[in-house]
């Protein structure tokens, strides 16, 4: 394997409208990003992965791209973007970028264009006389029909993002010159936004399926695989770049095969296995989180896949802290367990912006709280069904993806730190004591032991470069070890709400969430969500 830069770095998630607010318009944006960056360097990460910051009509929050080489003048401008480049390049931090192509917004030129009745832009799109009976990402169909016509047009997402289609030679230049636009800036690579799903087979009618009809037909299909490796081939090789994908419905071997060294395709990619350890085939239905089911899908993964791209929280997921932890009671102890998770595993760790102080998930009271189209979608299909309103709000509030896009806690003032103004979504309650203000004079914080892990991460060649191989250990303990030439480090981690006995291992303590300083003193129990990272 290739020790490439990316590999042993840590990566930070921006959601920019979430940041930090430089102007008072309740809006995050990218002088708000400038001014934390020495935050950030202190917190130690390499890379920054900013979600869209490009011109948008923000029904899907940037996921709809209106213009795909302009800065959306809510975040600022272009000079403002190259300063950013530049003030992070000087602090060591690499920028990378969202690639949105599965599809664009409805108000892109192109599709404007396309609805206007433009021969070369229609053939940009999907439009057809008769839909098939492809169901959406975001619930309902996937097809709707053109204004003032009889035709209809494929949105795998909202009606808002209507699909590319990849087919089309002239699309695939297009693309290319974006991508280049944006590498010739200087970014380091592209966070690629359902990259297996963008290239249809057909447009037949697909099997019958409770959500998601039609999937086979295109799901991380040979074209798709085709056409990865003609991106990286003519556009990505030519510069010092990586691509993660988000990769939806993969399991180990697909992931190899999108991300193999030798296919040349993407370089690494984001599995969704662990994400669906709380959930019943679709996350609105819950399943009881149980420790074990989370640690067979992380080991799965770590076992059979050449690399991984390693995450427990994004922009699409509920905070990991209360999913998998426990936000009230145990708050501190388990969002330290779940970054020693995070960083100690194989693989290149992404921290979403708020996870190193801990945020929890929202206490949302009112549906009209909520800002995130595909939550309303599915609120306005269940409220069709008759189940009652109090039961169907608690199954959306719980996984909203929402519940991760609340303002960043900077501090405990009315506006968390983040604004000055009315932020556009409602800021967390517990601001008042969850924030960076309370969490940097710390040392026992949750932000001090991000700090001390990453820092450690970075000496560390077992931890970056590693071999990985499970130990045993009692249910819910995630016992494992990182082994590279004489460089052994040894990680366990009680992921119950319980004690557990803690299995036969030894070392030197680098890192505990309990004080501890030495192995010995736990005398055989490890307290609840126990942390040890121990050096052989
Ligand atoms: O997400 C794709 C995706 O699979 C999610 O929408 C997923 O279906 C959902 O979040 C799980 O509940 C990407 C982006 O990360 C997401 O923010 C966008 O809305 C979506 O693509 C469309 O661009
Ligand atoms: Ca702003």
């Given amino acids: 394997m290739n020790k490439e830069w990316w590999r042993k770095a840590v990566i930070y998630q921006i959601y920019p409208r979430s940041f930090k607010d430089s102007n008072g318009d309740g809006i995050g944006d990218i002088p708000g990003i400038i001014s934390e960056l020495d935050y950030l360097k202190e917190l130690g990460i390499d890379c920054i992965w900013l979600s869209p910051i490009y011109a948008s009509p923000n029904f899907d929050n940037g996921y709809d791209i209106s213009d795909y080489r302009a800065i959306n003048p809510e975040f600022g401008t272009m000079e403002d973007f190259d300063k950013l480049v530049k003030e992070a390049g000087d602090r060591g931090i690499k920028i990378v970028m969202d690639l949105v192509i599965n ?13 206007a009745g433009d021969k070369k832009y ?9 839909k098939n009976n492809w169901g959406s990402f975001f619930g309902g169909k996937a097809w709707s029909k053109a204004p003032g016509e009889d035709m209809y047009y494929l949105h795998l997402f909202s009606e808002n993002q209507p699909d590319l289609n990849w ?3 002239d699309v695939y230049k297009e693309v290319c010159d974006i991508m280049r636009f944006w590498l010739d800036k200087g970014i380091a690579g592209f966070r690629c936004d359902v990259i297996n799903v963008i290239y249809k087979d057909s447009l037949d009618n697909g099997k019958r399926r409770l959500v998601l009809s039609g999937l086979e037909h295109y799901l991380s299909t040979e074209g798709n695989h085709e056409l990865l490796r003609r991106l990286r081939q003519d556009v990505l090789s030519k510069y010092d770049c990586f691509t993660v994908g988000e990769t939806v419905f993969v399991d180990p071997a697909e992931a190899n095969r999108l991300m193999g060294e030798d296919r040349k395709e993407l370089n690494m990619v984001f599995g969704f296995e662990h994400m669906e350890c709380d959930q019943r085939g679709v996350k609105w239905f819950r399943r009881t989180y149980s420790p074990e089911r989370l640690i067979r899908a992380l080991d799965r993964w770590q076992t059979e896949c050449e690399w991984t791209a390693n995450y427990l929280e994004n922009h699409d997921q509920p905070r990991s802290v209360s999913r998998f932890g426990d936000a009230e009671n145990c708050r501190r102890e388990s969002a330290k367990m779940l970054a020693a998770l995070n960083l100690c595993l194989r693989g290149t760790p992404f921290i979403y912006e708020g996870e190193e102080i801990g945020m929890t998930n929202c206490d949302f009271k009112k549906m009209f709280e909520i800002r995130d189209i595909e939550s309303r979608n599915v609120n306005d299909i269940l409220a069709r069904l008759p189940i009652p309103k109090r039961t169907r709000e608690k199954m959306i509030f719980r996984v909203t993806r929402d519940n991760a896009r609340t303002p960043m806690q900077w501090d405990n003032t009315a506006g968390a730190g983040f604004t000055e103004g009315l932020p556009w979504i409602r800021i967390n309650g517990n601001h008042e004591w969850v924030n960076v203000e309370n969490e940097l004079p710390d040392e026992d914080g949750i932000l001090s032991f991000y700090k001390k892990l990453i820092a450690y991460r970075k000496q560390s060649e077992a931890l970056q470069f590693g071999d990985y191989k499970k130990l045993p250990a009692e249910k819910g303990v995630y016992a494992f ?9 040894t990680v366990v981690l009680n992921m119950n709400s319980y004690e557990e006995e803690f299995p036969e291992v030894t070392g030197r303590v680098i890192l505990s969430n309990y004080g501890r300083l030495s192995a010995e003193s736990l005398e055989g129990h490890m307290k609840p969500y126990e942390a040890l990272i121990l050096e052989n």
Wanted: glycine share 2%.
């Fill in 122 to 130: 229609r053939d940009y799109y999907y439009f057809r006389s008769q």
């Fill in 481 to 489: 070890e990182r082994q590279a030439g004489n460089s052994k480090v």
């Fill in 103 to 115: 599809h664009t917004s409805n108000e892109h030129e192109w599709f404007r264009k396309a609805l």
């Fill in 167 to 169: 087919h089309n030679p």
